[in-house]
T-cell receptor, first 115, second 115 residues
Framework: AQTVTQSQPEMSVQEAETVTLSCTYD???????LFWYKQPPSRQMILVIR??????QNATENRFSVNFQKAAKSFSLKISDSQLGDAAMYFC????????????FGTGTSLTVIP | EAGVAQSPRYKIIEKRQSVAFWCNPI?????LYWYQQILGQGPKLLIQ????????DSQLPKDRFSAERLKGVDSTLKIQPAKLEDSAVYLC?????????????FGSGTRLTVV
């Protein structure tokens, strides 16, 4: 089974600054998707950004961008101009391209934004 | 578009009691998932339905957990009897199809505490 590792249980950032959350994964597949999900105290998992493994270009969504290193099996999330509303748990997740049925999630990183 | 509805939001039961959770997916979403999220961990798939048929229940503890999706719409997840280690958030999600490119929408989950 695929494994996803998030080695930073907690991170903090000053408002308006930039923070990077780390994620590594292990797979023998060549085609897959990687995701970052945000889980605020409301508990609903909200999609932040998605990366297709066959695409070399890193995905961006407004203030959120990723650094996808396929050979290193690394998938970090950069949040620019951090806002108070960015405070939440962030989960990195893997999904197979072929089977595509389930997500494999990391253990999460709790992000605090300091005013 | 209405989101994925789950109830109840919170539930506290004693060990060995039974409990049921309800999920109403987004209208038209054929695929429905139940995930278990233990405190400090990422969500893990329990069961996946395609319409009213089970696609994957390999990680469902079938001696105590059961799930059904009658008429391919609403779903119910039951635990009987509950154990202390079942304390977790139970997330329901739905998507339009099974492939990895189909997006998921998560509900806000039910937080179960077993005492």
């Amino acid at each position: 089974a695929q494994t996803v590792t998030q080695s930073q249980p907690e991170m903090s950032v000053q408002e308006a600054e930039t923070v990077t959350l780390s994620c590594t994964y292990d797979t023998s597949e060549s085609d897959y998707y990687l995701f970052w999900y945000k889980q605020p105290p409301s508990r609903q998992m909200i999609l932040v950004i998605r990366q297709e493994a066959y695409k070399q270009q890193n995905a961006t969504e407004n203030r959120f961008s990723v650094n996808f290193q396929k050979a290193a099996k690394s998938f970090s999330l950069k949040i620019s101009d951090s806002q108070l509303g960015d405070a939440a748990m962030y989960f990195c997740a893997y999904r197979s391209f072929n089977t595509g049925n389930q997500f494999y999630f990391g253990t999460g990183t709790s992000l605090t934004v300091i005013p | 578009e209405a989101g994925v509805a789950q109830s109840p939001r919170y539930k506290i039961i004693e060990k060995r009691q039974s409990v049921a959770f309800w999920c109403n997916p987004i209208s038209g979403h054929a695929t429905l998932y139940w995930y278990q999220q233990i405190l400090g961990q990422g969500p893990k798939l329990l069961i996946q339905f395609q319409n009213n048929g089970v696609v994957d229940d390999s990680q469902l503890p079938k001696d105590r957990f059961s799930a059904e999706r009658l008429k391919g719409v609403d779903s119910t997840l039951k635990i009987q009897p509950a154990k202390l280690e079942d304390s977790a958030v139970y997330l329901c999600a739905s998507s339009t199809g099974q492939g990895a490119y189909y997006g998921y929408t998560f509900g806000s989950g039910t937080r179960l505490t077993v005492v």
